[in-house]
């Protein structure tokens, strides 16, 4: 934590870091957080104090989980599991690619990291259906817009979801076995958040075939430990929170964003809606 | 092959194909071939008859190979060969993506294959470097283009290399010692033609480290028999020509590209300038 202590006794307080210190939560001198991290689910679980700003970092988060979905849609759609396994044990048959133009990419959440995956996935050629709020805007780089309660008709086409979803109330184990069932051989990424996905509903779906695949960069408990049933999860690949990592020049940049708008008396762009959780 | 066969016993034949069938070889009434594949080297080799108009199929191999490319570089970025041996071995650490953005590819050949590569990798971040033939345009996708007589001072400074070279008398070994090892640490990938590369140079640059990886979608011998040199080269995987696989719809959409440019009475832009070899 980085705040503007030793100043006058009653000085206002502007802290930047991942955790207020427990000794300063619900000092009434803290008059600005600043995260370090986009997710600010953490910092809300249990209530933030009126009158207290929190502004996050986004930095180019969006650009790399699109990087990171990409990734691992392209290693999907030209079999890049398979073949590293026939490299390793030769020789192989010819494995043709299937290609991503036309597949149809679920894009669930629709603010900077939905839309930041969705502008890749769709430069691939993949038609991109983006799943959120009906606040935000449609149009941006995806081919449709639905809600949440819309999504039912799409689940069975869909060759590819990716859950980019904050962690809410509403949001918790929203992919559960009656979205997961629907699906018909989908290949699941997560870059949002762990506990937005069902893991049980999860390994049901995978043994079913209803999931062809799974990619979870976001786990409830992370590291999961060596016994944690995640591990068994068949046809799914574990990354480390790694899809869209921050770096330092993201946490000055965002923190400068919003240190420039208040000073020209506007809301910070990265200001968070406690409210709605994100 | 499909011909105008069953004619006037003089009249023209129009041939799509692999292969001229050998009885036609050197038959006066070939006018025209329109080879179903983009390489068109095995067609050249021993010379091809003078006169006689020889069209090729790209199709979409372009943006297939292109995404073949991205797909294989955004892998090695974002560690996807480690993730797989992880999760298989559980459990692993964090494994921190490496973001292409800003980093050099060299790019070799500068025509639909490698315009259609840098386009993809420019798009994830990636500098591209196109090395070609002058008489190319300077522009399109590339960061900036040279001829392979400069490509000295690029060679320490790759990331990724890219080989998507035709074969011709210039090409063959084009990747031999004196470029593999002043090569500091690329990842190489090969969507070319195998002879552009000297396997054992390449096995050499591999254990020395100058090449970091390798990713080759063409051999000289193909399939490689399972005692063949390559299935021991390091850090290297093995794709089956499949980066850019044609379509039938590639073949007919070329070929009547070819018909109507001729009906106009104009050249068809898939010509091959057979002096040059592609």
């Known amino acids: ?134 606040e935000h805007a449609p149009g941006g780089p995806f081919d449709e817009r639905i809600t949440a309660g819309e999504d039912g008709p799409w689940l069975g086409r869909a060759r590819f979801v990716v859950d980019a979803l904050p962690l809410t109330d509403a949001t918790r184990d929203f992919f559960a076995d009656a979205r997961l069932s629907a699906l018909r051989g989908a290949t699941f990424l997560n870059v949002g958040r762990g506990a937005t996905v069902s893991l049980p509903a999860l390994g049901r779906a995978l043994a079913a075939g209803h999931v062809r695949g799974a990619v979870l960069d976001v786990l409830t408990d992370e590291p999961p430990a060596p016994g944690h049933p995640v591990w068994e999860l068949p046809r799914t690949t574990l990354t480390s929170h790694s899809a869209g990592i921050t770096a330092g020049t993201d946490i000055t940049a965002d923190f400068r964003a919003c240190w420039e708008a208040l000073r020209a008396g506007q809301a910070p762009e990265l200001a968070v809606r406690v409210g709605r959780g994100y």
């Open 1 to 134: 934590i980085t705040g503007a202590e030793g100043g006058a006794p009653d000085a206002p307080l502007v802290l930047v870091g991942a955790h207020p210190a427990a000794r300063l939560r619900g000092d009434p001198r803290v008059r600005w957080f600043h995260s370090v991290n986009a997710g600010v689910d953490a910092l809300l679980d249990g209530g933030w104090p009126a009158g207290v700003l929190l502004t996050r970092t986004v930095g180019r988060m969006g650009e790399r989980i699109g990087q990171y979905a990409l990734a691992w849609v392209l290693a999907d759609c030209q079999g890049v599991p398979g073949h590293l396994a026939r490299t390793a044990a030769p020789p192989g048959a010819a494995n043709p690619p299937n290609w991503p133009r036309g597949q149809t990419a679920l894009v669930y959440g629709t603010g900077h990291i939905g839309t930041a995956v969705a502008s890749r996935l769709g430069a691939a050629g993949l038609h991109t259906v983006g799943v959120g709020r009906a």
